[in-house]
């Protein structure tokens, strides 16, 4: 069965510093890769998406950056975060387009 | 842009009760899909639903597509303790792998 890791689970850091979040997808090949972010209370928002290795669409300008090294690693970064960027974030996978997406553990950051 | 309005935002019920929540779309989707969200961890899809007047259950819980293809429901049957936590609805229109979320229903269960 598949599986999907994120680490950390909760990050902790100051503004100005850089940031990687890391997902990984266990059990399946060549999915595709999703990061949302999710504020207090809110919805998803989608930030990046990836359906392959090297392929990146971002759907959100921002100063967050979004790689995919290898075809079930994606790593969300940042070379210096705001205050704005703190929430939780969430990594999600899917084995094709308009099919359903499952979601990892998700990592809260909080930047101060 | 693409609108998602999910209802009601919360809910208080009693243990027992059924619950009903939906969400309305702006456009048109080709994919439903809902989620559970407890404090703290990632949404677990609950259901997905692939077909405008599809109807399909998972346990306690039933989704349906609805036929417009611009909302869809689901409905909890006996609601139990465990049951506590925000429901997502989420929709995609085709040639898009971008899926829209809806802002949550927070379901409260007392016992």
């Known amino acids: 069965s598949q599986t999907i890791h994120q680490w950390p689970a909760t990050l902790v850091q100051p503004v100005g510093s850089p940031l990687s979040l890391e997902c990984t997808v266990e059990?399946?090949?060549?999915?595709?890769l999703y990061w949302y972010r999710q504020a207090a209370g809110r919805g998803l928002q989608l930030l990046f998406y990836?359906?392959?290795?090297?392929?990146i669409s971002s759907e959100v300008p921002q100063n967050l950056s979004a790689s995919r090294p290898q075809d079930r690693q994606f790593i969300l970064s940042s070379k210096k975060l705001l205050l704005s960027d703190s929430g939780f974030y969430l990594c999600?996978?899917?084995?094709?387009?308009?099919?359903?997406?499952?979601f990892g553990p998700g990592t809260r950051l909080l930047v101060l | 842009g693409q609108q998602l309005n999910q209802s009601p935002q919360s809910m208080f019920i009693q243990e027992g009760e059924d619950v009903s929540m939906n969400c309305t779309s702006s456009?048109?989707?080709?994919?439903w899909l809902w989620y559970k969200q407890d404090p703290g961890e990632g949404p677990v899809l609950l259901i997905a639903?692939?077909?405008?007047?599809e109807l399909t259950s998972n346990g306690r819980l039933t989704a349906q597509f609805g036929i417009t293809r611009k909302d869809s429901f689901l409905n909890i049957s006996a609601s139990i303790p465990s049951d506590v936590g925000i429901y997502f609805c989420?929709?995609?229109?085709?040639?898009?792998?971008?899926?829209?979320f809806g802002t949550g229903t927070r379901l409260k269960v007392l016992a």
């Open positions: 999600a996978w899917s084995v094709d387009q308009n099919v359903a997406q499952y």
């Open positions: 639903l692939y077909k405008a007047g």
């Open positions: 989420a929709g995609q229109s085709s040639g898009t792998y971008k899926y829209i």
């Open positions: 059990g399946t090949s060549n999915p595709n």
């Open positions: 456009s048109i989707f080709n994919t």
């Open positions: 990836s359906v392959g290795i090297g392929q």
